[in-house]
């Protein structure tokens, strides 16, 4: 997906005719409930009047105030600062009918109910009569959802809100529609507020390659029995110096435990940006057809792991 690099130029506010949106939770929420403890389901409207998914869809990303979020490509967006406050207004592309309002709070870690409390008040100040939200239900450690109600000054909305809470950093994502267009833009709301991610703070691991070769010319995910397998670690926000360790794992091999393969484990340095490159060659009589994972494991200058990605791959 493409990446918008946010500049924070001095824009207007947005009035909140913005906003439009109440909820029944969906999504993560629901599909955290065991089947009997989920709500009846309600009558769904005839596929006509669903606004489709759209298929291409654009990263919305600043790496300062720490968030990504996913939306429909043609989605215009403004972006106001003020302190360590940044507020994101986007709106999707016809058909569609839902808003987008994304409040970023800088080195500033809230607890969710504050957030969304905060997160109302801001918005009843730039133009709601009133917004209601619902009660929050814990997704993750960083993340929780909920549903609202509100009325501006052109009618009543629905919206889904998410609220994160980083290391030091702090979001509050809502997503609504006004209340006669909500359950026909459901699915493409459920979709927005759920592709919000917290961008890791400090040296990561932005990305894992498997490969043919060391360049990467080749990506794969399939290998032959005499083949080396390539894997590239990309490591990010890198200030200074850290180590990653690679292994190559037994996932499901016909007479092999699964776990970590004996002697393939290789361990590099990496100084700031840049990438851990590892190959492993083909044991004397080739490699077991099966599913393998390549693990890599990223440690700070104290011998800390701080981050961990892993890739499957298959031998046949």
Not at 244 to 258: F, S
């Amino acid at each position: 997906m493409n990446k918008i690099k946010i500049h924070k130029h001095g824009i207007a506010f947005l009035l909140l005719m913005l906003m439009v949106s109440n909820m029944t939770l969906v999504g993560w929420a629901k599909a955290l409930l065991p089947t009997s403890a989920q709500p009846q389901q309600r009558k769904k409207l005839p596929p006509a009047k669903v606004v489709p998914v759209p298929d291409d869809w654009i990263t919305i990303e600043d790496e300062e105030m720490g968030y990504s979020f996913e939306v429909p490509k043609g989605t215009k967006h403004t972006v106001e600062k003020k302190d360590d406050i940044v507020f994101i207004f986007a709106t999707p592309p016809a058909p569609i009918a839902a808003q987008v309002v994304v409040v970023a709070f800088k080195n500033r870690r809230y607890t969710k109910e504050n957030l969304l409390k905060i997160a109302s008040g801001m918005m009843t100040k730039m133009g709601a009569k009133s917004m209601t939200p619902g009660e929050l239900v814990e997704v993750s450690e960083e993340y929780s959802v909920t549903d609202y109600t509100g009325t501006s000054p052109v009618g009543v909305f629905r919206g889904k809100a998410l609220v994160a809470t980083g290391v030091n950093d702090s979001y509050v994502m809502l997503v609504s529609a006004e209340e006669a267009k909500f359950k026909a833009n459901e699915e493409v709301i459920d979709i927005l507020w759920a592709g919000f991610s917290i961008l890791p703070a400090g040296a990561h691991i932005s990305d894992l390659t498997l490969g043919k070769d060391k360049a990467m010319r080749q990506p794969a995910e399939e290998f032959t029995t005499t083949e080396t397998i390539f894997a590239a670690v990309k490591i990010s926000k890198n200030e200074g110096t850290v180590t990653v360790k690679g292994k190559l794992h037994v996932v499901e091999i016909a007479g092999q435990k699964p776990g970590p393969i004996p002697a393939t484990e290789v361990t590099l340095t990496v100084k700031g940006d840049n990438t851990a490159n590892f190959n492993f060659s083909k044991p004397t009589k080739g490699w077991p057809l099966g599913t393998y994972k390549f693990e890599a494991v990223m440690l700070n200058e104290k011998g800390e792991a701080t981050d961990t990605q892993s890739h499957e791959f298959t031998v046949n």
